[in-house]
């Protein structure tokens, strides 16, 4: 079959560029098993603890989320911030020690990101995480270079210094826009200049992502790659996931209407992308003055 042209690359993050899970639980529960001697409990409670807080603010990635547990409350008390890191700094520093060791990209990603960025197509990353932990995922992993615009959801916590949001690198969206939804796809590619026909999505989601690219009338490539995970690491996000039984009944709502949806490409590796389809940059390019 021939090879569509695309202009425009838009992808995930989290198990498409990078193993997310491989990197972030271990790290989770190495923060864990330190932090809950200096804390007086035992690491089921803190688990506890920890899934509460996730689900107060709807993310199971929520930075410092040690310190507003009731753990932390209940035997210091009101502390600062600063003070609170102090107390906790072994267990931080677990959990950066670990995420080092495991936060990697997948094979060929560098490479074929380098060799888009050279062609001159736009590359974008579209995520539902946050702005925080993605961009320090990118810089971490020397690839922001590499990207033109961040797309996010704006979360309620004040975490960003808004110097972050100058270069206008980053694009925040409304807190509630989470995936899938095909508008945002359609909207990145209008600030692109680019038509949906010559754009390509890529993700690990069948549900998330390829079917939202498919609705939004993208090039859809699924990372099949990014689902071949520890399968031991699953669970052990799902107990302290900020998940509730109306995000499980939405999630479930959504394998059924996604139900048969197939990408235009499976990939076992990154750099398959080379192999089915070929990078153009649209003239006139529209890039960081969209």
Not at 161 to 178: Q, Y
Not at 269 to 281: G, N, P, V
């Amino acid at each position: 079959m021939p090879r569509p042209t695309i202009s425009l690359f838009i992808t995930d993050l989290d198990n498409t560029i990078y193993d997310w899970l491989a990197a972030f639980v271990p790290s989770f529960y190495a923060m864990v098993g330190e932090a809950a001697p200096l804390l007086g409990v035992d690491e089921q409670e803190l688990l506890d603890d920890l899934q509460a807080v996730h689900r107060r603010h709807g993310d199971s990635e929520h930075p410092f989320a040690l310190l507003e547990t009731a753990a932390m409350q209940k035997r210091f008390g009101a502390t600062s911030q600063s003070e609170g890191v102090q107390i906790l700094d072994s267990a931080f520093h677990a959990f950066n020690r670990v995420r080092k060791q495991n936060l990697k990209l997948y094979e060929g990603v560098y490479d074929t990101l380098a060799k888009l960025f050279r062609r001159g197509v736009p590359i974008v990353a579209y995520t539902d995480a946050r702005v925080i932990n993605s961009l320090f995922r990118l810089n971490g992993l020397d690839v922001k270079r590499f990207f033109a615009r961040l797309y996010a959801p704006t979360h309620l916590a004040k975490e960003l210094d808004r110097s972050i949001l100058d270069d206008e690198f980053v694009r925040l969206l409304p807190p509630g826009d989470r995936k899938p939804n095909p508008q945002t796809l359609v909207d990145i590619c209008a600030d692109y200049r680019v038509p949906p026909s010559q754009a390509l999505y890529v993700g690990d989601s069948l549900v998330r992502d390829i079917y939202m690219a498919r609705q939004a009338g993208l090039h859809s490539a699924w990372a099949k790659y990014g689902t071949l995970y520890e399968k031991s690491l699953w669970p052990q996000l799902v107990r302290v996931t900020h998940w509730t039984d109306a995000d499980v009944e939405r999630e479930q709502k959504l394998r059924d209407e996604a139900r048969g949806v197939e990408p235009d490409r499976s990939l076992d590796k990154f750099s398959d992308l080379l192999d089915y389809f070929d990078f153009e940059a649209h003239h006139p390019p529209s890039a960081r003055s969209a």
